[in-house]
């Protein structure tokens, strides 16, 4: 991507606020790929949602990306809270993993280590 963004540097006056832009709608076309689950409604509220997705119907019109993505989009966002629902692909078997938290150190450390043996 900076590559790209390099080379029209040198025909093209592109400030570093439109890079940025630039930037950010590329980031979010793959997950306009990722249907299942919440991630759908992750990407609703992105900022740059709107550009995202029409960048990711161009796309789709060039077949640089299945044209059902677009289609899909397309629909989910026509589509009501239940109907959005229902549009959800299924999760992938290893997409449900649950993070597992760290057990924290305790405060101190070494200095709590220091008093009489038990």
């Known amino acids: 991507m900076d590559e790209v963004l390099d080379v029209q540097a040198e025909k093209l006056a592109i400030t570093r606020r439109i890079a940025g832009d630039i930037k950010d709608i590329w980031a979010l076309q793959p997950r306009f790929e990722q249907r299942s689950g919440k991630r759908p409604y992750g990407v609703l509220e992105q900022p ?7 960048f990711l119907l161009l796309r789709a019109e060039s077949g640089e990306v299945d044209s059902e993505i677009g289609e899909w989009w397309s629909e989910f966002l026509d589509a009501g809270d239940d109907a959005r629902a229902a549009m959800l692909l299924p999760q992938q078997p290893g997409e449900a993993k649950k993070r597992r938290r760290r057990k924290r150190k305790p405060a101190g450390g070494a200095a709590q280590d220091s008093g009489s043996p038990e």
Not at 48 to 54: L, P, Q, S, V
């Open 48 to 54: 740059r949602f709107k550009a995202g997705y029409d």
